[in-house]
C-alpha cells in the first residue's frame, strides 16, 4: 500500500483546515485508516482512526473539532480540522492498517497554526 498526503499549510488559530491522504496497492486488505501527528520534541501520536465499518475514535484533546472520514473504496482519508489551535502545530501522518497486520505511512505534511 502506498499512501500520499496532501494539504497542509499555514492556518490562523481558530481557523480551519483539511489534510487528504490518498492509498494505492492492496487497499481490499485496508482495515483502519487514520492520521497520526508529531510536534517539535514530542512522540508521534495517534489523532484519528476510522475502520471499514465506519466507526471512529479520536485523542481527547481533537474531540469536538476534528472530523476524520474516508470514501467507499478506501483509497482517500481525509482529516478536517477545525477550530485550530496552536498546540495542533505538528507535521501529521497518515497510516493504514492492514488485515494481515501490517501498518503503512504516508510521508508527513506540516500544519502550522500561528497568527
Known amino acids: 500500500v502506498q499512501l500520499q498526503a496532501s494539504g497542509g499549510g499555514l492556518v490562523q488559530p481558530g481557523g480551519s483546515m483539511r489534510v487528504s491522504c490518498a492509498a494505492s496497492g492492496s487497499i481490499f486488505s485496508i482495515n483502519a485508516m487514520g492520521w497520526y501527528r508529531q510536534a517539535p520534541g514530542k512522540q508521534r501520536e495517534l489523532v484519528a482512526t476510522?475502520?471499514?465499518?465506519?466507526?471512529?475514535n479520536y485523542v481527547d484533546s481533537v474531540k469536538g473539532r476534528f472530523n476524520i472520514s474516508k470514501n467507499n473504496a478506501k483509497s482517500r482519508v481525509y482529516l478536517q480540522m477545525n477550530g485550530l489551535k496552536p498546540e495542533d502545530t505538528a507535521v501529521y501522518f497518515c497510516?493504514?492498517?492492514?488485515?494481515?497486520?501490517?501498518?503503512?505511512w504516508g510521508q508527513g505534511t506540516q500544519v502550522t497554526v500561528s497568527s
Open positions: 497510516n493504514v492498517k492492514t488485515t494481515y497486520g501490517v501498518a503503512y
Open positions: 476510522i475502520y471499514n465499518n465506519g466507526y471512529a
